[in-house]
């Protein structure tokens, strides 16, 4: 993950400044495919970024867990972005929303600066363990 990148996520949120912090966690979401990653329950997972027909990136993620893919759309990671710059401070991932693929969500906007965790979640997401 670009650190910088991450830093410049994490001030944009700061000063609350929401279409810059949006571009730099599509950025963020761009460089961290197939990195892994783990829900609060412990399971791990990755994505990769569909392509269009044109070959440029479509605003859709794969998640890969096991054997099956699923979908993920940019509206879902948005709308549960513009939830955590709010609350700052999450215990469990519906506290974002009843957002599809929120469980997904979650790890992410904690990977990436953008929402803070109890420790015990911290402990089961964490990938370096």
């Known amino acids: 993950m670009d650190e910088k990148l991450k830093q410049k996520l994490i001030e ?3 000063a609350g400044d929401e279409n810059q912090a949006s571009e730099l966690l599509w950025q963020l979401v ?3 495919q197939n990195c ?6 412990g399971l791990p997972f990755s994505y990769t970024i569909k392509r269009g027909r044109n ?7 794969w998640i890969d867990r096991r ?3 699923k979908s993920l759309a940019w509206s879902s990671i ?7 710059m709010k ?11 009843d957002i599809r693929g929120v469980s997904y969500i979650y790890p992410m906007l904690w990977r990436f ?7 015990t979640a911290h402990q089961r997401m964490n990938t370096e363990l």
């Open 12 to 14: 944009a949120v700061k």
């Open 30 to 32: 761009i460089d961290c």
């Open 36 to 41: 892994p990653f783990k829900t609060v329950s």
């Open 55 to 61: 070959g440029e990136l479509t605003k859709e993620l």
């Open 67 to 69: 054997e099956n893919s």
């Open 78 to 84: 948005r709308l549960a972005f513009s939830n955590a």
């Open 87 to 97: 609350i700052k401070s999450a215990d469990r991932p519906k506290a974002l929303g």
């Open 113 to 119: 600066g953008v929402l803070e965790v109890p420790q």
